[in-house]
Structures are given as structure tokens and as C-alpha cells.
């Protein structure tokens, strides 16, 4: 199972948005997921005990160590785009596996 975060900048509305589409996106591909979401200060505290982390773009270079690390950080231009979502977990995981 593949352990997911959505972070933002609170970790309250659009984190919890995120992870809603998110999880509607991994399910159309038929893949296991875990999703936690939560505020950026607290995904980088956690981010060992996860796999990937979706968050705005705007607060993509606050993972910059994670990606060093090997995690894999989906930057989204927009949250509530499903189509982006969509295509960034094809780019970003299935293609990658």
C-alpha cells in the first residue's frame, strides 16, 4: 500500500481537498492507498513514514530534502484539478514503477 500525504500550508481546508481528489484519483487507477493530510511544518516531520506527498506548488521547495531522500513530491498548480492530479500520478508513480 502506497502511504500518501496532502499538505498544506494549515493543514486544515485544502489539505483535506487534496486528499479527496487525490484519493478519487488513485482509485480510478485501481491502486492501495493510505492518505493523511496535514500542515507543511507537520509533513516534514512525518514525511520518513510516508511515500509521497501532494501539495500546491507554492510550497514545493519545502520538501526539498524529502526529495533528496528519495520521496516522491507531486507539486499541483491546481488543487482542484482533477485532470492534473490524474496525469502528476501517472508522470510521477506509474510510469516510474
Known amino acids: ?13 485544502s489539505s483535506q481537498i487534496i486528499k479527496m481528489k487525490i484519493d478519487k484519483a488513485f482509485k480510478s487507477f485501481g491502486i492501495d492507498v493510505s492518505i ?3 500542515s507543511v511544518g507537520e509533513a516534514k516531520t512525518q514525511i520518513n513514514n510516508y511515500d509521497v506527498v501532494f501539495c500546491s506548488a507554492a510550497l ?16 499541483l498548480r491546481n488543487v482542484l484539478s482533477e485532470a492534473e492530479i490524474k496525469e502528476k500520478i501517472q508522470s510521477h508513480i506509474i510510469d516510474k514503477q
Open 60 to 75: 514545493e521547495s519545502n520538501f526539498k530534502s524529502a526529495k533528496e531522500k528519495g520521496k516522491t513530491v507531486i507539486p
Open 36 to 38: 493523511h493530510h496535514c
Open 1 to 13: 500500500m502506497l502511504k500518501v500525504i496532502a499538505a498544506c500550508g494549515s493543514g486544515m481546508g
